[in-house]
């Protein structure tokens, strides 16, 4: 595409020249004046065939000859330029398109992040980090930059048309960070009749909106206001505890973290106490809670807790030994 828009640069350079020799070529030789020379230049060049302004002279015919010839082989690769320009952006937009179609009816199980300002974009990273699929909805175009490498679909996330395109009802789950309750409000409402199963995080600005965002559908709703207050004041009257939680829950820390573990059906350790499982003893991994199937939480189980398929455990521990009992857990 640079190398097609340099060549129309070119041309057009070429032809500001070509209509400059003109007028020169028969000011010098025929003596006429700028608006002559100006308007039996452009009708030669354009071979629209009003006939000369004045008589030529031999030398006026040769050179009226060179200058049809130059000028309409110039005009002529100006318009394949043109051409080849906009037929190459109309089919790079359509591969494109295409493309992202293709990744999408690909994906399956995947989270489709909607909104992608500067809350959508710290999601987007951390769920990058973990490798998990995602798709992102922002209506407002997106610059190249910041793109990177996540599958991006421009349009309406209220759009249910929009939701279908992006593969609601194959996936996991939803996350709208919408500028403003309403919007979320309405895109939960759309997304649950969509996929019933899909499980919903949002966000509110109002608290008072958080009741309401529930009863629409969503299964979390987050206040980003009261998160942070909470978290600053922590910062100041629990700065060691701040510290710790930011440390274990930072993605790429190698040396530290703290996970959820899903026991799924059929799991090994069903029906097991922490102690028999060797958790603790064999992999070095603390078991902080456990998240029983009826929602139940557990906080700081003992060796004889008993532990079921469908349980959660909240585990901190180092990333390599997390990942070997993730595995465990599901064998």
Known sequence: MNSVRKKLILSIVLLVFINAFGVVGYMIIEGWNFRDSLFMTVITITTVGYGEVHDLSPTGEIFTIVLLVLGVGIILYLLGTEAKLLFEGQLENLIGRKRLEKKINELKDHYIICGFGRMGKVIAEEFSEKNIEILIIEKNPVAEIEKGDFLILEGNAENE???????????????????????????????????????????????????????????????????????????????????????????????????????????????????????????????????????????????????????????????????????????
Do not use: H, W
């Open 161 to 331: 048309d929009v939701l279908l395109s992006a593969g609601i009802q194959k996936a996991k789950g939803l996350i709208s960070v919408l500028p403003t309750d309403a919007e979320n409000i309405f895109l939960v409402l759309s997304a649950r009749d969509l996929n019933p199963d899909l499980f919903i995080v949002t966000r509110a600005s109002d608290e008072s909106s958080e009741r309401k965002i529930l009863r629409a559908g969503a299964d979390r709703v987050v206040s980003p206001y009261f998160t942070g207050g909470i978290r600053i004041a922590n910062s100041i009257l629990k700065p060691a505890v701040v510290d710790f939680i930011e440390y274990a829950t930072k993605s790429g820390n190698l040396e530290l973290q703290l996970e959820e573990i899903y026991l799924s059906n059929g799991s090994k350790f069903n029906n097991m106490t922490l102690e028999n499982t060797g958790i603790g003893r064999d992999l070095g991994v603390i078991i902080v809670a456990i998240k029983k199937k009826d929602g139940t939480m557990e906080f700081n189980p003992n060796f004889d807790s008993t532990i079921n398929s469908g349980d959660t455990l909240v585990a901190l521990g180092e990333s390599s030994k997390l990942k070997e009992l993730e595995k465990l857990a599901g064998l």
